[in-house]
């Protein structure tokens, strides 16, 4: 085998991020007794995704995009509230107890596993709420850790948390592969790192010049083919 380690991104590549997300939205809905509505859904992920960007780019820190996000939010909507940062306590609480894993990815993690190759996760998103996920999914079955941007101090596409990682497994980066769906931050952070990548692209939205799979098994092919 080529690859002695493999690293994960997290939130749609292993655990079905937009399900965890419509989910802890509604919640906030639930505390605040507010109709939610279900065009609501993909206005506010535009703006996460918004947030989460400037995140990725340096541009301002964790403590301020998540609530801020919630603040063009709301205000988006026509909804004033006057305690954002309650609103992402109540969010990231119920985010945080939602984990779900994409269809097939257990099965496909198992495998992996049992060719004997190490794993690990690496994540720009929230330390508490990622780290608890993973608890409540059992990753700790497959990988040996989940380390978060958060912990490390800078977001993917910096190539300090792959640096990191090296230093926790002792395994070069030249050895290693790294999966991911985002090019962004995946991608951009993978190839700056210079570590080995593949895209994981189930809707085949990305027409880019990397190495692609639209479903584990093809995922699993290219791996075991190294």
Known sequence: MKYTM?????????????KSEEYALKKVFEYFKLDFQKEFLGIYKTINE?????????KYPKETIVVERFKEFFNNIGINLKDY???SEIYLEHLSNAAIFIDGAEEFLY???SLGFRMAAITNGVDSVQQNRSKIARLDRFFEFVLTSEKVGKPKPEPDIFFYAEQITKIPLS???YIGDKIETDYEGAKRANIDFILYDPKNKYNVDCKKATSYEELYKIIVSK
């Open 175 to 177: 050895e290693s592969l």
């Open 6 to 18: 493999i690293y994960f991104d997290l939130d749609n590549t292993i655990l079905d991020f937009d």
């Open 85 to 87: 940062k309650k609103v």
């Open 111 to 113: 495998s992996l596993k």
């Open 50 to 58: 918004k947030w989460w960007k400037l995140f990725a780019e340096g």
